[in-house]
């Protein structure tokens, strides 16, 4: 656009996608916090939120907009070590949203969330409380999702200081903000590469979907 | 969708991974100083800190081992680990869990073991919780007097004066007469018809079981493989089995290998041989095997003696 500066701000992530990825940074800690404390009523709600999300953002990767689609931001390994390679190089690849790195964390992230949200459904905490499900199972293989859901927040964590790791090292090495635009959904032009065109999804989408997400999980528990 | 621009940053490459290896470095030390279970199996990990072990004979092994066996481990145990307790070892027991060490040695008062285990049963505190077995005074008197005596791994059982005697829990099952009936009901119509059949050979192990056992010996040479396999229906239930004196051979190993449940095999004065026994390994259930006047050899009977089967019999080395 001819009006354009570098300081010129572009949309490049819509509001459902924001709102899932603050959503869950906050169902985390209220899943960590609840566990720890004993609350396992609210640890229960919060997970089933973040099942009912994960299911949504699986959703939204197809028909979500541009940068929130899997095929924007999934890409070969060959991909992810080439811009791996050029990011340690010195060089700045851009990428409207998550970059191909970025993009293998929100896999892993989602995959590794969705089994922890699953082997909670099964599990106990050997006291009152067992996951909606833990009666579909026996007792021995309750147990054992337990402790697979205890290894798999292990996992989270590593993932989670990995993913601060990064923003840090976007932010203090390279001097971009990734932060501010999952606020805003605005990043700054010099950020964004020439000519991107990004189709963005009514918002009236994202709602159907998050409904038909919220269904499909009260028809798994129910 | 990418395009390339040089880095316009803060820090340098090399400085940053620096401060995120220190920082990272410093959470994980940050974590040790506030779990210190955390901290023991990081330490024992990296072989900075020995593994406690308990001795055999200790007052611990012999008497606070079974009582956390008894009351604690389906919690604090290998397969469950509430507040990252685990109580089935001297070593976990003295690393404590999530909120840090609950047995200070020589320090009852300040031992939250002692205090969780003598708090009343309505307090949510308590431990064990609500609906499980409580520690008797007894049990609770034993575990102050070893953490007094400073929670030692090798203090012996004679070095700890007061202790209340030793008290061994014998276990009575409980049988549950209508999953016995359940259980007996889905094989009813062919229990019935081998009753018939073969009168008197077939009875149930007691009357709160649905096991059943077999015992052919009555009927001598006159019962053959062709009569056993009659009760291949039944096989998932069959823990006793009684073939001695019986016309079977080796033609019915595959048939008795297929007996999960099978506890006790006699085969005496049988023309059965090393094929049989050789079917029978795999069986985790068989406990014993009588093999008298069988042409079963010692090289046979070997693999199944090592897996722990008892053998009656000559053995014969044909």
Redesign the interface.
Known sequence: MPNETPNTRIEVWDAPTRLFHWSVVILIFISWLSA?QGYMKVHLASGLTLLVLLLFRIGWGFAGATTARFS?FLHRPSSIFSYLK?L?G????????H?PAGGLMVLLLLEVLLAQAVTGLFGN????FSGPLALLVSADMS??L??IH?LIFNIILVLV?LHL?AI??Y?????ENLVGPMVTGKKHR??V??G?ALVFTHPIVALALLLLSAACAAWILF | MSDNTRATGYLPAWLYLALVALVTTLGIAIAMALRPAFANSVLEFLHLQATPQAARNSFYAVRVAPLFENHCISCHGERRQKAALRLDSYAFALRGGRHGTVIRAGDIKHSELMERITLPPSDDRAMPPEGKTPLSPDEIKVIRLWIGAGASPSIKVAAIKGAPRLVRDVAIPNFDLAQAMRQRATLAAEVDRLSRRYPGLLSYQSRNSADMELDASSRGAAFGDADLKAFAPVTSRLVRIDLSGTGITDASASLLAAMPALKALRLANTKTGDNLVAALVPLKSLKSLTETGTGATQASLASLRARGVTIYGDGDAK
């Open positions: 720890d924007n050029a340690v010195g060089s700045k690849p851009l990428h409207a949203g970059n905490d050997g006291l009152k147990d054992r337990t402790q205890s200081w790791v840090g090292f932010f203090l090495v390279k001097g010099a950020h590469p020439e991107v």
